[in-house]
């Protein structure tokens, strides 16, 4: 990563990105952010309560290749859906990509809970774990490294998500001010954006997923 901000800085350096309204582009990359943001916190929400909920029951077999087949529907092949029901604003987008990050925090979730031992389901019921105290005490924590790592996967494919429905949608973002940059010939507004999202992935690894994992590693560690 820090060949790219060197990059970043040494093509800014020469003046390539002297035509780039940086106010602009603050906003749009702000405003994919939160959408990104908000869809996760959702997908995030959806996913593991379902998981949790299907995943100890008796229909979990049966689920699971409902899942499976639901997740191959490729995303924007039902964008026309969303936008006749939704239109083009903000809850078009946010629903749609929630649409394609809940589908890796659910099976990871899923598999997590259907590749414990027996034993320690076992061990659960004996000490009580029953019913919606089975999924508070036992399950979910036992989910948390599944979590994180569909998580991971969930935001990496929700960006895709987002930027390519504001460009669908032609909604202020990301996706909208790349796609009126290459329309009016100002490559050098998409190169800037294209650093601006590299940095804050990166930032958001470092910051937050990667002590997240290491607590993850260290707590889970068998």
Do not use: C
Request: overall charge neutral; cysteine-free; hydrophobic content about 60%.
């Amino acid at each position: 990563m820090a060949g790219v901000i060197i990059t970043a800085l040494i093509i800014g350096l020469s003046g390539y990105f002297g035509t780039v309204s940086w106010p602009a582009l603050l906003d749009a990359v702000l405003r994919t952010t939160y959408r990104l943001a908000l869809s996760y916190g959702v997908a995030l929400l959806v996913g593991v309560s379902v998981a949790l909920l299907v995943g100890w029951s008796r229909f979990a077999d049966a689920l699971f290749p409902v899942f499976d087949i639901l997740q191959n529907i490729p995303s924007f092949a039902l964008i026309p859906l969303f936008i006749y029901f939704l239109g083009y604003g903000d809850l078009m987008i946010i629903l749609f990509a929630v649409s394609s990050i809940v589908w890796p925090i659910l099976f990871a979730v899923l598999s997590a809970i259907k590749s414990v031992h027996n034993d320690l389901n076992d061990a659960a019921t004996i000490f009580g774990a029953t019913g919606f105290r089975r999924i508070v005490s036992y399950l979910a924590p036992l989910s948390y490294p599944a979590i994180l790592t569909g998580s991971i996967v969930g935001i990496a494919i929700g960006w895709e998500s987002v930027i390519g429905a504001e460009i669908i949608a032609n909604a202020s973002g990301f996706g909208a001010f790349i796609k009126n940059a290459s329309a009016s010939g100002i490559d050098q507004a998409s190169v800037a954006g294209m650093f601006a999202i590299l940095i804050i992935v990166f930032v958001v690894n470092r910051l937050v997923w990667a002590p997240l994992l290491a607590e993850s590693a260290r707590r889970y560690a068998e």
